[in-house]
């Protein structure tokens, strides 16, 4: 079966330091992958894509890369700050077929100063 | 344009009530889509609509659960003889084009007694 394996643990890390988050999946092929925000009570929050043939993606502190070989993706967010505690979603879009994404159940991040 | 918005954000219900959500996404945006997320889980797919046409619905959605779009504007989720396994939060979410990122609503939280 398709299946996205987050980390369940929370990830606690220093303020400053680089987080990083890791999105394992098996049995996909996926056109997209993108990553979400969400915080306690609220709906998600965009925050980048990647499509299977660009290997990194960058947007300001963040940045996302996508291995199609090792089916996994890493997403960092360097500099981190306690204001980027959130759980963090891991999402796919299957090529083909109807546009819907597969969400993980998402890494818990709290960055403590 | 104030995003997607969600009404009720709020629902406690009685088990064997009838319970009718409404989303409004933004108005460009032609895809919509309902997902429900329990406690500690990522968004789980419920139905995708692009313009007025419902396109799929997760087959994990049973009868009770319907969705309509009339006019390809806003969108109602209408769960019918509640169940307390339905408790959850349900999330809309709009885009535009397949490759966009969704803009979420602030979801509306159903508790079943």
């Known amino acids: 079966s398709q299946k996205i394996e987050q980390n369940s643990e929370a990830l606690n890390i220093q303020e400053g330091k680089t987080a990083t988050l890791t999105c394992n999946y098996t049995?996909?092929?996926?056109?997209?992958l993108q990553w979400y925000r969400q915080d306690p009570g609220r709906g998600p929050v965009f925050l980048l894509l990647?499509?299977?043939?660009?290997k990194e993606k960058r947007k300001e502190r963040l940045k996302v890369t996508f291995d199609t070989t090792l089916k996994q993706s890493l997403f960092h967010i360097t500099a981190s700050q306690p204001a980027d505690s959130a759980t963090y979603l891991c999402?796919?879009?299957?090529?083909?077929?109807?546009?819907?994404?597969?969400f993980g159940a998402g890494t818990r991040l709290a960055v403590h100063p | 344009d104030t995003g997607v918005s969600q009404d009720p954000r709020h629902k406690i219900t009685k088990r064997g009530q009838n319970v009718t959500f409404r989303c409004d996404p933004i108005?460009?945006?032609?895809?919509l889509y309902w997902y429900r997320q329990t406690l500690g889980q990522g968004p789980e797919f419920l139905t995708y609509?692009?313009?007025?046409?419902?396109?799929?619905k997760s087959r994990l959605l049973s009868d009770r659960f319907s969705a309509e779009r009339p006019k390809g504007s806003f969108s109602t989720l209408e769960i019918q003889r509640t169940e307390q396994g339905d408790s959850a939060m349900y999330l809309c979410?709009?885009?535009?084009?397949?490759?966009?990122?969704?803009?979420f609503g602030s979801g509306t939280r159903l508790t079943v007694v």
């Open positions: 999402a796919l879009m299957f090529s083909g077929g109807y546009n819907k994404l597969i």
């Open positions: 049995n996909y092929s996926p056109a997209y």
């Open positions: 609509f692009q313009n007025e046409a419902q396109l799929e």
């Open positions: 979410a709009s885009s535009f084009r397949d490759r966009d990122g969704y803009t």
């Open positions: 990647i499509r299977e043939n660009e």
């Open positions: 108005s460009e945006h032609n895809r």
